[in-house]
C-alpha cells in the first residue's frame, strides 16, 4: 500500500549529541513550525542520578517535541519515559541506532538491535508508563546482519511489543572499527529497504533518515513512506528547513533570515536574564543561517569570534547581522566608474 500522494509527510530534525539542545530547537522551531522536533540522546543514569531539570527544560515553542532516552534497563526505561511525560514531551523515541563505544559499554544503542526479544521488553515496559507515543529510532543493520530478513525480525518484535512507528536510518552500522562519525558516511544508503519495510507493514509509521539534503529526495520518496528526519543539513543549514516549509507545507509566512536572526536576539537576552546563559552556547547553533548566502562568510566570522570575548552580549548577534548585510553591499554593489 503507499501513502495518499496529497497527504503531508512528516518531517523531524534528527536527535543530534552536542548539536539539538534546547537553544538549537528554539532556533529550528522559528524556521519551521511544522517539523517535529527531537531532543540529544538522554540517558537513563544521566536523568535518574543526575540535573534531570538541565536535561529536560524546554521552551513551549518547540512543541511537537520528543525525548530521546538511551539505556536497556526496562524500569529505568519506564520511570524515565514517565517523567518525560510530566514535563511535557509529545513523544518518547528509543535509541538503537547509536553506535558509539560507550554506548555499546552501557549495552545500548545499536548494539541493542541484536537483541530484538530485550528490546520488546524495553518497548512495553515505556509503553506501559505512558500514554504518549512511543517510537523506536534504529539502524537497518548492524555489522554482518546486513538484510532485510534481520531488520524485518527487528521490526516485527518491536511491534508485536506495541511500537507502531520507526525511524530507520538508512545504512547499517559497523560496531567495531568505525568511529560514530565513519559510521554516518561510510556505509552505504539503503532506502529501498526502508521502503520494503513499509511496504510489508504499511500500518507501522516509517520515518525515513539519512541523507536526506534537498527537497527532491522527499518529493521522490514522499508517496511510500510517511515522513522524513533530517540530521546534518538542518544543522550546517537550517534553511533548508524553509525550503521544506514553502514547497512541502506550502507556508507562505516563513520568517525571513532576517527575522530570525532578531528573534534570536530577543532569545538570547531572556535565557541570559533568567538563566544566565552565555551567548556562545546560542550563537553556535546559527552559524549556518546565511549558508550559501552572500554575507556568509562575515556572519560566521562575527559569530566565531565575538561571543566568546568577555562580557559578550546578544548584540554580538546584531553585529553579525550588520557585517552579513555590508558584505552582501559590497557584492552587489554596481562597478564604479574611474573618472
Ligand atoms: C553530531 C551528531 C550527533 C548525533 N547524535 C545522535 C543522538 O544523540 N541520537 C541519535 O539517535 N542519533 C544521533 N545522531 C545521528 C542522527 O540522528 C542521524 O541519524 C544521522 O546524522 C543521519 O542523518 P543525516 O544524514 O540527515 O545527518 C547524531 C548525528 C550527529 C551528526
Known sequence: MTQDYNSKPEISVAPMMGWTNKHCRYFHRLISPNARLYTEMITTGALLHGDTKRFLRFNSSEHPIALQLGGSDPTDLAICSKIGQEYGYDEINFNCGCPSDRV????????????????????????????????????????????IEFLDNFISNSMNSGCKAFILHARKAWLNGLSPKQNREIPPLNYERVKAIKEKYPHLKI??????????????????????????????????????????????????????????????????????????????????????????????????????????TCEVIEKALKAQKNQQNLCTKPLQSVN
Open 104 to 147: 555499546q559499554n552501557g549495552r545500548f544503542g545499536a548494539c541493542l538491535m541484536k537483541e530484538p526479544n530485550h528490546v520488546a521488553k524495553c518497548i512495553k515496559a515505556i509503553i506501559n508508563a505512558v500514554n504518549i507515543p512511543v517510537t523506536i529510532k534504529c539502524r537497518i543493520g548492524i555489522d554482518e546482519h546486513d538484510s
Open 207 to 312: 520515518i525515513l533518515n539519512g541523507g536526506v539534503t534537498n527537497i527532491k529526495t522527499i518529493q521522490e520518496h514522499q508517496g511510500n513512506l510517511d515522513g522524513f528526519m533530517i540530521g546534518r543539513e538542518a544543522y550546517s543549514n537550517p534553511y533548508f528547513l524553509a525550503e521544506i516549509e514553502r514547497v512541502i507545507f506550502n507556508n507562505t509566512n516563513i520568517l525571513s533570515r532576517e527575522e530570525i536572526a532578531l528573534a534570536m536576539i530577543q532569545y538570547a537576552q531572556k535565557e541570559a536574564e533568567k538563566y544566565g546563559t552565555p551567548i556562545k552556547s546560542i550563537t553556535r547553533h546559527i552559524l549556518g543561517l546565511y549558508h550559501h548566502q552572500s554575507g556568509a562568510k562575515a556572519w560566521k566570522r562575527t559569530l566565531s569570534t565575538l561571543p566568546y570575548e568577555e562580557n559578550a
